[in-house]
């Protein structure tokens, strides 16, 4: 017996190393047959998430089947009944919903819900982070942290603050926090935009929390002011710090428009034209006292201009005795003229009386020109007697006679009624260029009819001052006609 055991062990060895022989020789297998292997072995060892319960199923597979308008409150059971602790088996199956939209608004609520248990915050983050659908992804996230925030802001800023500058979805986590906390103080929100963002996100974020940040400390947003980017987006910033910080410390901000470097010239400008805007309106004198404090140049002359036509308007006596005080001239006509202007506008016959006491000078002759139309459209009679008596021949008072002819025209009056008053009521030395400028403002209203009536004149001085105006006027509105009337005049001097 013996003997037979080692023969039948001898032969399963010769056979075993046989058959060993014979595997080694085989090629090896390929590539993807391992890969496949390994795939089958890993899912073998990882370990299978747990089913969800059978109602959940059902909810799912009810909702998948209902029509739209039933499925809100099924939406509602699938939320408010308790929800097993760990929603990724539940949110796996909704995945598999072949309706995307259905799918999104189910991952959506569940999520959201998930989140709101304070222990399931930042699982339910990191499931939205992985999550491959991107938009939906960033609504989660803002949501999430969003929520987070309201229910406890020091633990949602402490976990965003944390986490990794590469992380997934990092920005919307921030911008999220921030929209929160800039409710509960936006002097914090800023420094966190601005300390933990960097580039275009940092810029846009610094703008649009500017306002809020300039409401609650101006100081602090003069401050963070100069360390914005320098772009368009300065100006309506500007504009909000004004707003904030002149009604709380007029003088402070002043002071620190007054120290803005030498290459924000335009922004200092800026800030000073809202403050004096807002300033004029309330308060002119005090405005045009502050005015004179400012150094002599664009600045000053602009900023005059700004206070001219409110203060003119409240009381243009006293604001013409302001801006004689001035020395520059390139200040002190075009704001007497704006005053004049304003005056006029609200009571043009004490801007006449006191535009007829003025010397000879270009604010006179502006002021001539501009009172005369509203004083007409006032009480044309008057406007007329004060116009027969204005002192000199200037351009000024030209001005004034074309106005008064303007009026006087567009209400009705006739053309020959204001010629003899041209004759009769003015002096010698202005009737000739006078009746140029009646002829001017009658050609702007009916052109055919001056144009008749200039070449009807009697050959002399007032016919070579009438037609080229007519012509002239006329060519601007019409060259070809005005050329063709002109071409069928009889030769004559004036032609040539």
Not at 241 to 247: E, H, I, K, N, Y
């Amino acid at each position: 017996m013996n003997r037979s055991l080692l023969l039948f062990g001898g032969l399963l060895v010769i056979v075993l190393g046989g058959f060993i022989g014979y595997l080694l020789l085989l090629p090896p297998p390929p590539p993807e047959a391992k890969a496949v292997e390994q795939l089958a072995t890993e899912m073998k060892a990882a370990p299978q998430p747990p089913d969800i319960t059978p109602e959940f199923e059902k909810l799912i597979q009810a909702y998948e089947e209902a029509p739209e308008e039933a499925r809100e409150p099924m939406l509602l059971r699938l939320v408010l009944e308790e929800p097993p602790s760990d929603l990724t088996p539940l949110l796996a199956r909704i995945r598999t919903l072949e309706d995307v939209e259905q799918r999104r608004l189910l991952e959506k609520v569940l999520v959201r819900t998930w989140a709101m248990d304070q222990e399931s915050t930042v699982p339910a983050f990191e499931y939205a982070q992985q999550i491959g659908d991107r938009e939906l992804a960033e609504i989660l996230i803002k949501a999430i942290i969003g929520d987070w925030a309201q229910r406890d802001l020091p633990a949602a800023q402490t976990f965003v603050i944390a986490l990794e500058p590469d992380a997934p979805y990092r920005t919307e986590a921030m911008l999220a926090l921030t929209e929160e906390l800039a409710k509960a103080s936006p002097v914090e929100a800023y420094e966190l935009i601005s300390t933990h963002t960097e580039g275009p996100l940092r810029a846009e974020w610094q703008f649009a929390l500017f306002p809020l940040l300039a409401k609650v400390d101006p100081l602090a947003a003069s401050q963070a002011y100069l360390e914005l980017p320098r772009d368009e987006r300065q100006k309506p910033t500007m504009a909000a710090l004004v707003d904030a910080w002149r009604p709380v410390d007029q003088d402070a901000l002043l002071a620190w428009l007054k120290a803005m470097p030498a290459d924000q010239q335009a922004l200092q400008e800026l800030g000073y034209t809202l403050v004096i805007r807002k300033w004029a309106e309330e308060d002119p004198q005090q405005a045009g006292e502050f005015i004179h404090t400012l150094p002599v140049g664009p600045l000053q002359t602009n900023m005059a201009g700004i206070v001219a036509r409110p203060w003119g308007a409240k009381n243009g006596r006293q604001a013409l005795v302001w801006v004689d005080k001035f020395s520059d001239p390139q200040l002190k006509v075009p704001t007497a003229i704006a005053i004049f202007s304003a005056w006029a506008e609200v009571d043009p016959v004490a801007a006449a009386q006191y535009a007829g006491m003025l010397t000879d000078s270009p604010v006179r002759d502006a002021a001539f020109g501009i009172i005369a139309p509203l004083l007409a459209a006032k009480d044309l009679k008057d406007a007329a007697d004060w116009v027969s008596v204005l002192p000199g021949s200037t351009p000024g008072r030209l001005d004034a006679v074309e106005g008064l002819a303007t009026v006087w025209l567009q209400e009705g009056g006739e053309p020959a009624d204001i010629y003899r008053y041209m004759q009769t009521r003015l002096p010698k030395a202005v009737r000739t260029p006078a009746l140029g400028r009646f002829y001017r403002a009658w050609a702007r209203q009916d052109v055919a009819a001056a144009a008749k009536s200039a070449t009807k004149l009697p050959e002399g001085k007032a016919r070579l001052s009438v037609v080229p105006e007519v012509y002239a006027t006329w060519a601007m509105s019409d060259a070809s006609a005005a050329a063709a009337s002109a071409e069928a005049m009889p030769p004559s001097e004036l032609r040539r």
